[in-house]
């Protein structure tokens, strides 16, 4: 599958300033001072997260960070000091049921017209050989060119 560059700040910034419901003064409310705006929001919750605060975006969803140790299954050992399995972090990702009614919406409306995929993350070689085994898209469907990497 193809690398999608992901959305930055300044990316974000970009897309906040053009809106058309952006009714502030584009001289004093610039794409840098957005920038700027995103980056603090940003470092903030990063140190959330690693102070172990959950985030909520709203919207969106939650960022979750949990501990875990190892308790000895799938051939790693108990969590022990000596034998270098220490406890770790991880972080869960969630998001509301709007935000996931609305991408699987727009997942089988872009298969009904032929887009396989979402706009920007399409289906794996992998994928579409299931999906064309289950019916869900024709024998003959391919991912365009560029999709893929």
């Given at each position: 599958m193809?690398?999608?560059?992901?959305?930055?700040?300044?990316?974000?910034?970009k897309?906040?300033?053009n809106?058309e419901?952006?009714?502030?003064?584009?001289?004093?409310?610039?794409?840098?001072?957005?920038?700027?705006?995103?980056?603090?929001?940003?470092?903030?919750?990063r140190k959330?997260?690693?102070?172990?605060?959950r985030?909520?975006?709203?919207?969106?969803?939650s960022?979750?960070?949990?501990v875990?140790?190892?308790?000895?299954?799938?051939?790693?050992?108990?969590?022990?000091k000596?034998?270098?399995n220490?406890p770790?972090?991880k972080?869960?990702?969630?998001?509301?049921n709007?935000?996931?009614?609305t991408?699987?919406?727009?997942?089988?409306?872009?298969?009904?017209s032929?887009?396989?995929?979402l706009?920007?993350?399409?289906?794996?070689?992998?994928?579409?050989?299931?999906?064309?085994?289950?019916?869900y898209?024709p024998e003959?469907?391919e991912i365009?060119?560029?999709?893929?990497?």
């Amino acid at each position: 599958m193809a690398r999608v560059k992901a959305l930055s700040a300044y990316k974000m910034a970009k897309r906040i300033y053009n809106r058309e419901d952006n009714v502030y003064d584009k001289k004093v409310i610039t794409k840098q001072l957005i920038t700027n705006i995103l980056l603090m929001y940003m470092d903030e919750c990063r140190k959330a997260l690693a102070e172990g605060e959950r985030i909520e975006i709203s919207k969106v969803g939650s960022i979750i960070p949990e501990v875990k140790v190892h308790i000895g299954n799938f051939n790693l050992p108990m969590c022990n000091k000596d034998g270098g399995n220490p406890p770790y972090t991880k972080l869960k990702i969630t998001r509301n049921n709007l935000l996931s009614e609305t991408m699987n919406r727009n997942l089988l409306r872009n298969i009904e017209s032929g887009i396989y995929g979402l706009d920007k993350l399409p289906f794996s070689k992998q994928q579409m050989d299931i999906l064309k085994k289950s019916g869900y898209i024709p024998e003959d469907a391919e991912i365009e060119k560029g999709d893929e990497g």
